[in-house]
């Protein structure tokens, strides 16, 4: 990565090739349909059946991506493959919008972008920014815009807004993911952040609990077999317990 490269820079680089696709392909309102996207607009080849002897991403003479996917993955699943496929295709477009030239190698940059960019693409910043305090931060509720992206992909997002806040992911109550946008956080939930999980693991049903300084709203994603809690914590202005111990 060039000297002096932000993450910000980078972000914007990223936000700026989304918009320029979604534009191209007229694309105007989510939900973003990437597997359509790749298909119709990029002149990818996507397929559900994986050739005898194909790997699973290879090219075509043409150099254009094949992409091969699982035919027991969900939907979701399936976009976010594709988004993050579409993300490596147009990575020399994002770099060059960073001037970084193609020949200079970066495993950070070659690790991650496709991974912002599929983030970016399945929930744009020129829709989710507004979008997201409207419907205030509610992670149901903005599913049903975005509905290509996962739960857990459109809560990792709020993290890109200028709010501060912290998502956790508590996959079987371990916590699989917990990130800030403003504070150092503890590997371990906060009382508020405890009753909120235990009440969404419980009963299923989303939960806002204000108590000790927290605000913390709590989002069910359940499955037959297993249960995920998503929650957004809030802290307010000189609560100590926000200080960090070792942040992750």
């Known amino acids: 990565m060039r000297d002096g490269l932000s993450r910000e820079e980078v972000t914007e680089a990223v936000a700026g090739t989304v918009e320029d696709l979604l534009r191209a392909a007229g694309v105007t309102t989510p939900p ?14 996507i397929s559900l059946d994986e050739p005898q002897g194909r790997p699973r991403r290879s090219r075509r003479p043409d150099d254009r991506p094949y992409i091969v996917l ?3 993955a969900t939907e979701e699943r399936n976009q976010w493959a594709v988004a993050h496929e579409i993300g490596a295709h147009l990575k020399q477009t994002i770099l060059q919008r960073l001037g970084i030239e193609p020949a200079e190698r970066r495993p950070l940059m070659g690790a991650s972008l496709p991974n912002l960019f599929a983030h970016h ?4 910043a020129c829709w989710f920014r507004d979008d997201a305090p409207a419907a205030d931060y509610d992670v149901l509720q903005l599913k049903e ?9 459109i809560a990792l997002r709020l993290l890109d807004l200028p709010e501060p806040c912290i998502i956790t992911i508590v996959d079987n109550d371990h916590i699989d ?15 508020a952040e405890q009753e909120c999980q235990r009440y969404v693991h419980d009963c299923s049903r989303p939960k806002v609990v204000r108590a000790g300084g927290w605000t913390v709203q709590g989002w069910p ?24 111990d070792e942040p992750f």
């Open 32 to 45: 973003v349909d990437a597997l359509a996207l790749a298909r119709h607009h990029l002149g990818m080849t």
């Open 70 to 72: 699982r035919p027991e």
């Open 121 to 124: 693409l399945l929930v744009p």
């Open 145 to 153: 815009r975005y509905r290509t992206a996962g739960h857990d992909v």
């Open 177 to 191: 993911r917990r990130r800030s946008n403003a504070w150092p956080v503890r590997k371990r939930l906060e009382p």
């Open 221 to 244: 994603v359940h499955g037959a077999d297993w249960k995920r809690e998503i929650l957004r914590s809030v802290v307010e202005e000189g609560c100590e317990s926000a200080e960090a």
